[in-house]
C-alpha cells in the first residue's frame, strides 16, 4: 500500500461547488502539506500543519481550507470552486521539511 | 522575482549523455538545498540533498550548490531513457520554515 493517499485522483466539478480532497498516510509523520501544481509556477504551497493542532497558512491560502482530523488525515476544502483552481494537488509528509512525502495527486478540473 | 528560478525546458538529450540542470535562487538564508524527481503523472520524490555549499554523489548522480553565487546544479552521468522526468530544485532555510520549489525543468532522455 501506497504511504501517501489522496482521494479522489481525478475530480471535475462546476463553478461554485464544494470540493473536498483527502490525504491520508501510513507514514507516521506528524508533518502534512498541500500544494498546488501549475505549469509554469511549479510547486506552491497552500496550508500546512505540523501536528493535529497546529495549523498554518501557506502563500497561497485564499478560497482553501483544510481540517486535520487526525495525524493521518488532512483535507483540502474548496469552499465555492471557481476556474483558476484548476490544478494538480499534492499531499505531502514529513519529519523534517526537506524530505517530504507526496502523495500521487488528484487532478481537479473546475468549470 | 521568485526565490528559486529554474529553466523549464524541455531539454532532449541522447541515451548516455551527461546531464546538467541549474536553479539559481535568491534567498541567502537556505541551508539546505534539494533535488526532487517528478514523473509524468507521479508525486515527486526526493532525489538528493545537500547542506550548505559543496558536491554531494550518489551513483550517477551529483548534486552541487555554490553559494557564493547563488548557484545549484544536478548531474546525471550515463544518463538512461528511465531518467525522463521533471527534476525540481528546492530549497530550505531549516527550522520551522517550508520548503521553496523551483518551477522544475522537464528532461527527456532518448533512445
Known amino acids: 500500500d501506497a504511504d501517501v493517499t489522496q482521494t479522489p485522483r481525478n475530480r471535475i466539478t462546476k463553478t461554485g461547488k464544494r470540493i473536498m480532497l483527502e490525504c491520508s498516510q501510513t507514514k507516521g509523520h506528524d508533518r502534512m502539506y498541500w500544494y498546488r501544481q501549475d505549469p509554469g509556477l511549479g510547486l506552491r504551497l497552500i496550508y500546512y500543519?505540523?501536528?493535529?493542532?497546529?495549523?498554518n497558512k501557506g502563500e497561497i491560502s485564499d478560497g482553501y481550507s483544510v481540517s486535520r482530523q487526525a495525524q493521518a488525515k488532512f483535507s483540502l476544502s474548496l469552499e465555492s470552486a471557481i476556474p483558476n483552481q484548476t490544478a494538480l494537488y499534492f499531499c505531502?509528509?514529513?519529519?523534517?521539511?526537506?524530505?517530504?512525502?507526496f502523495g500521487p495527486g488528484t487532478r481537479l478540473t473546475v468549470l | 522575482q521568485k526565490e528559486v528560478e529554474q529553466d523549464p525546458g524541455p531539454l532532449s538529450v541522447p541515451e548516455g549523455a551527461i546531464v546538467s540542470l541549474n536553479c539559481t535562487y535568491s534567498n541567502s538564508a537556505f541551508q539546505y538545498f534539494m533535488w526532487y524527481r517528478q514523473y509524468s503523472r507521479k508525486g515527486p520524490e526526493l532525489l538528493m540533498y545537500?547542506?550548505?555549499?559543496g558536491n554531494k554523489e550518489d551513483g550517477r548522480f551529483t548534486a552541487q550548490v555554490d553559494k557564493s553565487s547563488k548557484y545549484i546544479s544536478l548531474f546525471i552521468r550515463d544518463s538512461q531513457p528511465s531518467d525522463s522526468a521533471t527534476y525540481l530544485c528546492a530549497g530550505f532555510t531549516g527550522g520551522g520554515n517550508k520548503l521553496t520549489f523551483g518551477t522544475g525543468t522537464q528532461l527527456k532522455v532518448e533512445l
Open positions: 505531502a509528509t514529513s519529519d523534517w521539511d526537506h524530505e517530504q512525502f
Open positions: 545537500t547542506y550548505s555549499s
Open positions: 500543519s505540523f501536528d493535529v493542532k497546529d495549523i
